[in-house]
């Protein structure tokens, strides 16, 4: 397999940085020595591959539209990978500058998380409606698994389909970029030539490879940075609290019983308060490693700040201080969304439910039952409403 860069510049084969030797702080670092070995690695990605250790980078946005942009001056097929546990942190701000005049292929990774119960066939035409309002308009939907390997039969047939002979793979940090043209590569040349991590920020520029497909024609497959944009819970954790925050296995839904007067904390990310309404069932769709924790609403405050360590677990002291203090969400259901009870700006949950969604983490799933309530998340987090996935969205139509 040999290397294809955008530039005559010597680029790490790992992450797309520049190679340097001048500053060991900067990307690209490089001991002179490593300088003449074949494909060489920058000392970050040598670190990540050889000893796990992971040092987080930030693309800046225009950056990033700089690099995506001269990748795309040229006829392209573009992979546009989602992580199907976080759909809506996984779409690209701004994107669709950037898309025009090329054909777009929605590649939703991850499906091995979901549970069993969940059709994802039957949530095509929902993912294609939300990324259509970016103004990206995909020609289909791929579910893969860059883990399993499930769907990369269809995705390289989809790949011949075109003719191109360029594909673009985009994302957001972490939606699993690099592990799929990993497997992808590995599937059709059988070598592993870009850097992964569950680190966000693992690729730094373009890194392009060359491959053969099945019926012999050669493409280039170009990987691209992913994005951070602090969105998402993802994008500010150590490694230590990532590991209990994502999931690396299906995941499995906990439901929990409330009575008014309880509360949920999920992990020490996010609290719900359940303030009044009737008996019902919530339920939570985290990483399996995510401890979720019910007590008394009136001490639940307290319970947080006692336990944040050994019952909680995560975050760690370091990332409680990134992520800030937390601010609520009111959250209204059944009889208190009438006139007189809902509260300004409160999440309107509906007759046949809505999940909550906190962008990296997972979500809630309400049923719509009578609920007066709140969401206590991290200031800078944005929370989601939308239809519940499981059991609504990904229910098959008859």
Known sequence: MSSVNASDLLVCTGCGARLQHEDEDAPGYVP????????????????????????????????????????LTQPALILYV????DLDGSLIPGFARLAKRHPVVLVVNKADLMPLSVKLAATEDWILYRVARTGV??????????????????????????????????????????????????????DEPFTASRVPGTTLGTVAVEVTLPSGREVHLIDTPGLIHGKRIIDILCPACLRRAVPASRLRPRVYQLNPGQS????????????????????????????????KLERAEAFGKAHADDILQAPCPACRSALGEHRPVPVVAGRFLRAGHAEEKALAVGRRGNDLVLPGLGWLALFGKDLRGKLWVPADWDVIIRRRFVGDVSRPRS
């Open 32 to 71: 002179v020595s490593a300088l003449q070995r074949i494909d060489p690695l920058c000392r970050r990605c040598f670190r990540m591959r050889h000893y796990g250790e992971f040092t987080r980078v930030v693309v800046p946005p225009d950056e990033y539209e700089r690099l995506v942009g001269r990748v």
């Open 82 to 85: 989602l992580d199907v546990f």
């Open 137 to 190: 308009h995909p020609e289909r939907v791929l579910f893969v698994s860059a883990r399993t390997g499930q769907g990369f039969a269809e995705l390289t047939e989809e790949m011949e389909r075109h003719g191109l002979g360029r594909v673009c793979v985009v994302g957001m940090a972490n939606v699993g970029k690099s592990s799929l043209l990993n497997r992808l590569t590995r599937r059709l040349a059988g």
């Open 264 to 295: 949920l904390w999920l992990g020490g990310f996010a609290r719900f308060d359940f303030e009044e309404g009737t008996f019902q069932p919530v339920t939570c769709y985290v990483s399996n490693d995510l401890v979720v924790h019910r007590t």
